[in-house]
Structures are given as structure tokens and as C-alpha cells.
């Protein structure tokens, strides 16, 4: 199974270099082991877009599509047995990058 696991901060500081080293040593597990699809950071949110093309004419808002005082700022996506073996993953990666991590599965 397909798991999004989303970083969720409230600051659009950038890691320390102790939690850049803790989230490469988990990423370094997690490419090992298979688990690891994709991962990477992302941009601020006022850096964002909103398109919207579902009438007969789009338009495009800058910014955030919902603002809020927490977002994401990064993801990783990986590949797990069951929704219990990706919470543990969940877990090492909220110790590893010291945020909250969002877990959703890919329908």
C-alpha cells in the first residue's frame, strides 16, 4: 500500500542541520528497505497558486488555496504492508524531522 505522509509546520523556517541529518539517516532506512517512493520539501506558501479551470474561464489566485496557521512543507510517499506498519514510519519521521507528519493512504 501507497501512503502520503505529509510535514506539517507552522513555520516556513528551514530544518536545523541536526534535523536535516536525522531526516537523511531515515531517508537512507527507508530507500534501503524499499519503503521510500518519493520524498522532498516544498516551497512557502505565500510561493503558491491556485488554479481554477473548471468553468468557462479560468483564473489563477496567488497564495495559499486555504489559509491557515499550520501547512505543509514537505511529504514523503512511501510504500508499506498495512496502515500500521506506515504509522510507525509515520512516527520515525516526526522524530526525524521534529514536525507533525499527516498520514494519508492513496486510494
Same mark, same amino acid.
Not at 536525522?22 to 516551497?43: K, Y
Not at 468557462?56 to 508499506?80: K, L, M, N, Q
Not at 509515520?90 to 499527516?102: G, L
Given at each position: 500500500?501507497?501512503?502520503?505522509?505529509?510535514?506539517?509546520?507552522?513555520?516556513?523556517?528551514?530544518?536545523?542541520?541536526?534535523?536535516?541529518?536525522?531526516?537523511?539517516?531515515?531517508?537512507?532506512?527507508?530507500?534501503?528497505?524499499?519503503?521510500?517512493?518519493? +520524498?522532498?520539501? *516544498? =516551497? %512557502?506558501?505565500?510561493?503558491? !497558486?491556485?488554479?481554477?479551470?473548471?468553468?468557462? $474561464?479560468?483564473?489563477?489566485?496567488?497564495?495559499?488555496?486555504?489559509?491557515?496557521?499550520?501547512?505543509?512543507?514537505?511529504?514523503?510517499?512511501?510504500?508499506?504492508?498495512?496502515?500500521?506498519? +506506515?504509522?510507525? *514510519? =509515520? %512516527?520515525?519521521?516526526?522524530? !526525524?524531522?521534529?514536525?507533525?507528519?499527516?498520514? $494519508?493512504?492513496?486510494?
Amino acid at each position: 500500500m501507497r501512503f502520503l505522509m505529509n510535514v506539517v509546520h507552522d513555520s516556513t523556517e528551514p530544518a536545523t542541520e541536526d534535523e536535516m541529518a536525522a531526516i537523511d539517516a531515515f531517508n537512507v532506512v527507508i530507500e534501503a528497505s524499499g519503503q521510500r517512493v518519493m +520524498a522532498a520539501g *516544498l =516551497a %512557502a506558501p505565500s510561493n503558491s !497558486a491556485v488554479v481554477d479551470a473548471r468553468g468557462a $474561464r479560468s483564473s489563477v489566485t496567488h497564495g495559499p488555496a486555504v489559509e491557515a496557521d499550520d501547512f505543509v512543507v514537505g511529504f514523503w510517499v512511501i510504500d508499506a504492508p498495512d496502515k500500521d506498519a +506506515a504509522m510507525l *514510519l =509515520a %512516527a520515525e519521521a516526526s522524530q !526525524a524531522c521534529h514536525r507533525r507528519i499527516e498520514l $494519508r493512504a492513496f486510494l
